[in-house]
């Protein structure tokens, strides 16, 4: 089966028909159970990583995201078991590559500067800077601008942690408590949650058309690059170029809005 296609298939369990006690055997059946999601995160994540980065450590960490989801999930918060454990696989996987350090400091340091020199285009131009304008203010060639993208493309995997630090009050379980569960919010939060929303709803409306296509196919309709490769007529690398400056320029606004809050 395809990696598009196995979290689409799964079947989750309902609230419901949680445990009442998550014993040995109850734990076994949701490891069965929620182990092709697993792997299907895990594949996805793997495809923007270099090559050497293990796709089997990338599973072995989300296991123990899951294992830790279904300890400590709580199903009388009415929050869907699947998202949670997402949430949780994602974020093991996540610290596994940060513990890694995998990401070379020259290409920190390019990423970096891919992301000032968008930043200020971005102020002048009051739009997103388009590829051959962001080419042209570094000094390079579209080729050498597009292998950029290449190489910086895993820096935002990361990003996420970066932007949850602007919230240092916050523990991980009250964000995503608080990202879930709208009765949770008490009204200051409700505010900067809701102010934050209209900020990435009004960048990802600002995005071009083709990077607008491509994110709700990505992380809506959760196609990998190579379908959306072939739904748009472009070449697998070329759409995961495209992803790196949608998510650049998504990245700067969230950012600037951090700064400034």
Do not use: C
Not at 54 to 72: R, T, Y
Not at 171 to 182: K, M, T, V
């Amino acid at each position: 089966m395809k990696v598009g296609n196995v979290e689409r298939n799964l079947n989750h369990i309902q609230l419901q028909d949680w445990p009442d006690k998550i014993d040995s055997a109850s734990q076994e059946r949701l490891v069965l159970h929620y182990a092709p999601l697993i792997k299907y995160i895990a594949s996805r994540l793997a495809m923007r990583l270099p090559p050497h980065i293990s796709l089997d450590d990338l599973i072995s960490s989300g296991m123990i995201g899951l294992l830790d989801a279904i300890k400590k999930f709580d199903p009388r918060k009415n929050i869907n078991f699947k998202t949670y454990a997402e949430f949780r696989i994602k974020g093991a996987m996540l610290d596994e590559l940060r513990s890694l350090d995998w990401i070379p400091r020259s290409i920190r340091k390019k990423s970096s500067q891919l992301e000032k020199v968008y930043t200020r285009l971005q102020k002048e131009l009051g739009r997103p800077a388009e590829p051959e304008e962001m080419a042209q203010s570094l000094g390079l060639t579209m080729e050498e601008y597009f292998h950029l993208l290449d190489e910086t493309k895993g820096i935002s995997l990361l990003d996420v942690d970066t932007l949850r630090r602007s919230l240092p009050e916050l523990a991980e379980e009250d964000l995503f408590e608080i990202l879930q569960d709208e009765s949770s919010r008490d009204p200051f939060i409700s505010v900067h949650f809701a102010e934050l929303r209209q900020i990435l709803m009004e960048a990802l409306d600002g995005l071009p058309d083709k990077e607008k296509l491509l994110i709700s196919l990505y992380y809506y309709e959760e196609l990998t690059m190579k379908e959306i490769g072939e739904i748009m007529g472009y070449t697998e690398s070329r759409i995961s170029q495209m992803h790196t400056q949608a998510i650049l320029h998504l990245f700067t606004n969230l950012t600037e809005y951090f700064q400034n809050s």
